[in-house]
């Protein structure tokens, strides 16, 4: 795959990053941070990275929006980063209909298959990244099931994975002294740039 194009980012808060205040709508976070490597490593390809994080999505509400953030733009490639607030709602909004593993592999399922039928665009499948910056904490623990799920995505659909939440778990166990987040959740400026290099990565191979 030469990587290029029209490359668009969908996802909740984490990819958002302040895009609405960003007079390029591009936000401060990962996708800047890729968008500027791109530009800079490869000066002869042409780049129209496309920024559609929504603070506080879930995975229904992608689904709600997918035929126009995502097959009316009809992008190139389609990164998807999505899961964390699946979870993090069953802890803090318990009391909130809830989307269990099975809702969201059913409607990930059906992302994939919109995109693969109406659009040319290669999927990128981003690992949801943690819940708290403890390995153990409860979060991580019900993040699984919707880690191993993304994996799956991105096996059946012949996608790329970006192994985030791996990446994240292994740089925590480090316990280098430095955070990746702002809250548990949010990415700081490291936080972005383990999300932006570990994505590169994957990409770059294929």
């Given at each position: 795959?030469?990587?290029e194009?029209?490359?668009?980012?969908?996802?909740?808060s984490i990819t958002?990053?302040?895009?609405?205040?960003?007079?390029?709508?591009?936000?401060?976070?990962?996708?800047?941070?890729?968008r500027?490597?791109?530009?800079?490593?490869?000066?002869?390809?042409f780049?129209?990275?496309?920024?559609?994080?929504?603070?506080?999505?879930?995975?229904?509400?992608?689904?709600?929006r997918?035929?126009?953030?995502?097959?009316?733009?009809?992008?190139?490639?389609?990164?998807?980063s999505?899961?964390?607030?699946?979870?993090?709602?069953?802890?803090?909004h318990?009391?909130?209909?809830?989307?269990?593993?099975?809702?969201?592999?059913?409607?990930?399922?059906?992302?994939?298959?919109?995109?693969?039928?109406?659009?040319?665009?290669?999927?990128?499948?981003?690992?949801?990244?943690?819940?708290?910056?403890?390995?153990?904490?409860e979060?991580?623990?019900?993040?699984?099931?919707?880690?191993?799920?993304?994996?799956?995505?991105?096996?059946?659909?012949?996608?790329i994975?970006v192994?985030?939440?791996?990446?994240?778990?292994?740089?925590?166990?480090?316990?280098?002294?430095?955070?990746?987040?702002?809250d548990g959740?949010?990415?700081?400026?490291?936080g972005?740039?383990?999300?932006?290099?570990?994505?590169?990565?994957?990409?770059?191979?294929?």
């Open positions: 795959m030469k990587l194009g029209r490359i668009l980012f969908i996802g909740d958002e990053s302040g895009r609405w205040k960003d007079p390029e709508q591009i936000g401060y976070g990962y996708v800047r941070l890729i500027d490597y791109l530009i800079t490593s490869y000066p002869n390809r780049f129209d990275v496309i920024n559609r994080g929504v603070s506080g999505n879930r995975i229904p509400d992608l689904l709600a997918w035929e126009q953030d995502v097959i009316d733009l009809q992008p190139d490639i389609v990164s998807i999505i899961g964390i607030n699946d979870v993090w709602r069953q802890l803090d318990p009391e909130k209909e809830q989307v269990y593993p099975e809702q969201f592999e059913q409607i990930y399922t059906e992302l994939a298959l919109q995109t693969k039928e109406k659009t040319k665009a290669r999927l990128v499948f981003m690992e949801p990244t943690i819940i708290g910056e403890d390995i153990h904490s979060g991580n623990k019900k993040l699984l099931p919707y880690v191993e799920i993304v994996q799956k995505m991105a096996r059946r659909f012949h996608g994975l192994p985030t939440h791996r990446v994240f778990l292994e740089y925590l166990q480090s316990r280098s002294p430095y955070r990746l987040t702002t959740v949010h990415m700081n400026s490291i972005n740039m383990l999300m932006a290099r570990t994505w590169i990565r994957a990409v770059e191979k294929f």
